[in-house]
């Protein structure tokens, strides 16, 4: 098995929108896959037909693209082993169910669900939980318990039945998961599964692991939630006779508290979003934001969920896909659940925001910018993210660190007025205007040893002057370097934003 070719697979249920959680999941096993030179495969797991939601496969895949996760084969793609949808593959899953009870290991159960529910209540009556398994199986509608003829007319005259899987009595099912080593479960604590439902669709866990079989997957990289099932598939595998793959189970994405798992709820009530875009839910038409759509990068999103439950082993964090993928191993991929932290991903997305191109970044600024009514030009918009850039966390937050230098300050912080506009600043304001429109070279460096200059030689305060300067450029006391910021701005316009401010602030009493 060893030298089994290395196939992988994100098999998500179309029931809503893809958590990051799934994303997580989805990114592992394309780093698993990249890394082994093996393949990905994206497998739609749609038999549970009173889960569907409409929307969720067309977002899943949207997600994807968006994220850069590409698929080698899958619903999208095609392949060998198609189709990769579960409902078009439905015709061929009774065979399997039929295979099992064959083989004696599995059995037909008519039961009616208003049968089991008495059931379950008269347990409950008694303090007792019911459970279909093999002490229980023997009292039930069965083909365990019914002859061969009996269990044929029910068929023959078409009763409803399901196949369950007949549970071995006290067998010790012993499991190796690759991050969390051996896991063993007794048999008995375990129930007769439906594999195959009345409405002629197979259940998840015989679809998924006839899928996994057909489609020769070598490695089941998933969420924790799937690891009760594990004993399940296992047996499922011996049953059919069939090389089982090799199984992991990611650890749960926690809260920021760390108290219990990240659900699809917390997002939006905490601040921060939980799925990948924005998704609408088609029956509610209740909103929940999208990192996509809340200004995420997506390779800075994809980074920070690479680090969640994952570390390279030294101190590296910020990775291309490429990169992770040359990097990843499952052997470090933690057993406990990651904490989620907001902060973090906007760190992220503020490593790669510096990373960017000023050219990219401004392409991205620019229809902001004539949002704000401005026509600019692409190189001015470029040199302005330059200057400005180390200070947003998102495209988003560009104008707030920049829009002065677009448009001239319409006002001054009161507050900043009130502490350094100063009764010498007008005449110190005035001079400085006269020394600036001698100059010839506007330079940042020029105007800096220029200004600084004068400023020594007429032994004013250095703060005093900077201060109100930039006061009358920016309007407030933020923004880069402010000889960066007049050089840009130039010299015809530093001039006029000098007389416009003296004009306003006036000579202070
Ligand atoms: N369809 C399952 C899900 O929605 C797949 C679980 C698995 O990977 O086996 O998560």
Redesign the pocket.
């Known amino acids: 098995m060893s030298n089994r070719e290395i196939r992988v697979r994100f098999?998500?249920?179309p029931t809503g929108p893809l958590h990051i959680g799934g994303v997580r999941t989805a990114l592992y096993n394309y780093l698993f896959a990249k890394k082994n030179g093996g393949k990905f495969i994206l497998r739609i797991?749609d038999t549970d037909q009173t889960r569907f939601v409409s929307g969720a496969e067309e977002y899943i895949i949207e997600a994807f693209g968006w994220c850069g996760i590409r698929f080698d084969e899958g619903v999208t793609k095609g392949g060998k082993y198609g189709p990769y949808k579960q409902s078009e593959r439905k015709a061929m899953y009774s065979e399997y169910a039929e295979r099992l009870v064959a083989s004696g290991h599995a059995y037909y159960a008519f039961d009616t669900a208003e049968e089991l529910t008495t059931q379950r209540k008269n347990f409950e009556a008694e303090k007792k939980t019911f459970t279909y398994n093999a002490a229980e199986r023997k009292h039930l509608k069965n083909s365990l318990v019914f002859s061969k003829s009996e269990t044929q007319k029910l068929l023959q005259s078409g009763t409803p039945f399901v196949v369950r899987f007949k549970m071995p009595e006290d067998h010790v099912v012993r499991m190796h998961d690759l991050i969390r080593g051996e896991v063993i479960v007794n048999s008995n604590v375990l129930d007769d599964k439906v594999l195959f439902k009345s409405d002629g669709m197979p259940t998840?866990h015989l679809a998924?692991v006839v899928d996994d079989h057909l489609m020769k997957i070598s490695h089941?990289i998933?969420?924790e939630e799937?690891l009760p099932s594990l004993p399940l598939h296992v047996l499922l595998y011996e049953a059919f006779g069939w090389d089982a793959p090799q199984f992991a189970h990611l650890p749960l994405l926690l809260k920021p508290d760390g108290k219990g798992k990240l659900s699809k709820r917390d997002g939006d009530r905490l601040g921060f979003p939980v799925f990948p875009l924005q998704w609408t839910d088609p029956k509610t038409g209740e909103t929940s934001s999208g990192y996509r759509e809340s200004g995420y990068f997506p390779d800075a999103f994809v980074n920070m969920l690479a680090l969640l439950g994952w570390n390279p082993g030294d101190e590296r964090e910020v990775f291309s896909l490429e990169e992770m993928a040359e990097a990843f191993s499952i052997d470090r991929v933690g057993k406990s659940g990651s904490r989620f932290d907001p902060e973090k991903a906007k760190w992220f997305n503020h490593q790669y925001m510096q990373k960017k191109s000023n050219k990219e970044l401004a392409a991205q600024f620019l229809p902001l910018i004539e949002k704000e009514g401005v026509m600019a030009d692409m190189d001015y918009v470029e040199k302005v993210v330059g200057l400005v850039k180390e200070r947003a966390h998102f495209v988003h937050e560009l104008w707030e660190q920049s829009g002065f230098f677009f448009k001239a300050p319409a006002s001054f912080d009161p507050k900043a007025v009130k502490k350094r506009w100063k009764q010498a600043s007008y005449d110190q304001m005035m001079e400085l205007k006269e020394l600036l429109s001698g100059v010839g070279d506007f330079s940042s460096e020029n105007t800096e040893t220029v200004v600084k200059k004068w400023i020594e030689e007429k032994e004013y305060g250095m703060g005093a002057v900077m201060n109100a300067f930039r006061l009358l450029m920016v309007g407030a006391l933020k923004g880069p370097h402010l000889f960066d910021i007049i050089a840009l701005l130039g010299q015809e316009e530093t001039l006029r934003r000098l007389e416009i401010g003296l004009f306003e602030l006036g000579k202070k009493e």
């Open positions: 098999a998500p249920s797991e998840y998924n089941v998933r969420g799937w």
